[in-house]
């Protein structure tokens, strides 16, 4: 952690390599060879409401790679556990998924059978949830959630599950696990539950694991130690992250690299000192002035951003981002804009170059942003955001 600040503190304008982690995980230290896991090109998903095709989400493209920390930020409604549920085909019979590619390990997710679909989840990639008192059944014990999957998954016996199930509890940090498995998830704490919810994730061993908004529903010392947590299992278990949140603050000092969401499109992608000291677009930008500094001690005014995100029922033409932007104009409505690509990782989604939104500011808002960037990066995680 310490190393990481100090990275942070002295790597503004040194971005890691394309596809290379801010501290390098266990897989990829060993192999020096990063392999793809997940690639998804220009998915779409709409829902039918009330016999009207809504987009939800709009062209999306990621990837995700050995030992990736991906965070994929952005305000409520923007888009994030729908394209997540998308890839994980848990979406309800009124969605449809449409992608010019969604691979997992070279394999079609779109092509393959239920049935298969399903045998990978949980045994090749997992996905843990918002609200960890709602994912655990309360009329069954924590032991039989994590046996069930044990054997389900890994076919392994009655007490071979149960000794695997106290391995996985201790692992992600729950103190004399066997007693804790005949307890009931009433008996936990908020924080307690998610790292249950981790530690079943773990049980099949998965390359990639999907946490959507794992900390919101905790206080900021827990959101502190689970965060502490999912960045250990990716060095530990060299296991894959995307993180879910829309909170960028969380990701700075654990992500490697940043996808900003709005209105169901990627809006900026790049490396994680990209976003925060080169960021270009007008969201991302706001998102970082939004950011709460309390350890620099600057009494500056948060910037809210103005207005609402677009209703999916009515979507504009053009830039979704438009009626919220202070430096819309006439073109930004006429057609939705093309993407700009800025350096091999990263690109966004603006009529305007990054250093023409500077000259509009006059340099003044961009001091305060990367001020703002600055103190995030250098605080992370330390100060439980
Ligand atoms: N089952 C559904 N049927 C219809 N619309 C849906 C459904 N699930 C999600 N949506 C809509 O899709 C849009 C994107 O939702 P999504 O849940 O992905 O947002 P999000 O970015 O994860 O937000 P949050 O931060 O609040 O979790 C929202 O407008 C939401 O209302
Ligand atoms: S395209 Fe226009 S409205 Fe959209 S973010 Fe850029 S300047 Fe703002
Ligand atoms: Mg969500």
């Not at 790597?11 to 801010?22: C, L, T």
């Not at 391995?167 to 539950?193: D, T, W």
Request: proline residues 5%; hydrophobic residues 35%.
């Amino acid at each position: 952690m310490k190393e990481m600040k100090e990275k942070a503190a002295a790597g503004r304008g040194q971005e890691n390599k394309p596809g290379q982690a801010q501290d390098e995980p266990k897989g990829r230290k060993e192999t020096g060879i990063s392999r793809r896991l997940l690639t998804v090109e220009n998915l779409e998903t709409t829902f039918q409401i009330h016999k009207t095709s809504v987009y939800a989400v709009r062209g999306a493209s990621i990837h995700v790679d050995d030992g990736d920390i991906l965070a994929v930020v952005g305000e409520s409604g923007s888009g994030k556990s729908v394209l997540m549920k998308s890839i994980m085909g848990l979406l309800p019979e009124n969605a449809e998924t449409r992608a010019d590619c969604l691979q997992y390990m070279g394999k079609d997710l779109l092509t393959l059978s239920d049935g298969e679909r399903n045998k990978m989840k949980g045994k090749e990639f997992a996905m843990i949830f918002q609200d960890p008192m709602t994912a655990l059944n309360p009329l069954k014990t924590i032991g039989s959630h994590l046996t069930e999957v044990l054997r389900r998954h890994r076919g392994l016996g009655k007490k071979e599950a149960r000794d695997e199930a106290a391995r996985a509890l201790k692992k992600v940090g729950i103190p004399s696990p066997e007693s804790r498995l005949s307890q009931y998830p009433h008996e936990f704490s908020g924080g307690m539950r998610q790292r249950v919810l981790i530690a079943m994730a773990l049980c099949c061993k998965p390359a990639l694991l999907i946490a959507d908004e794992p900390t919101t529903a905790l206080d900021v010392t827990i959101q502190a130690q689970i965060l502490e947590l999912v960045k250990q299992l990716r060095d530990e278990e060299g296991m894959s992250i995307v993180l879910i949140t829309h909170d960028l603050g969380i990701v700075a000092s654990l992500s490697n690299r940043i996808s900003v969401m709005y209105g169901g499109l990627i809006m900026e992608e790049g490396l994680t000192d990209e976003i925060f000291y080169h960021p270009k677009h007008p969201y991302t930008r706001a998102l970082l002035h939004a950011i709460p500094q309390p350890a620099t001690g600057v009494k500056e005014r948060l910037e809210a951003i103005p207005g609402m995100a677009p209703s999916l029922m009515d979507l504009p033409k053009g830039c979704p981002f438009a009626q919220r932007c202070k430096y819309a104009c006439a073109d930004c409505e006429k057609q939705l804009p093309k993407y700009r690509q800025y350096t091999d990782t990263q690109r966004a989604m603006c009529i305007f170059t990054g250093e023409e939104l500077d000259e509009k500011d006059w340099g003044a808002g961009r001091e305060s942003w990367q001020a703002a960037s600055e103190s995030s990066r250098k605080e992370g995680i330390r100060d439980g955001r």
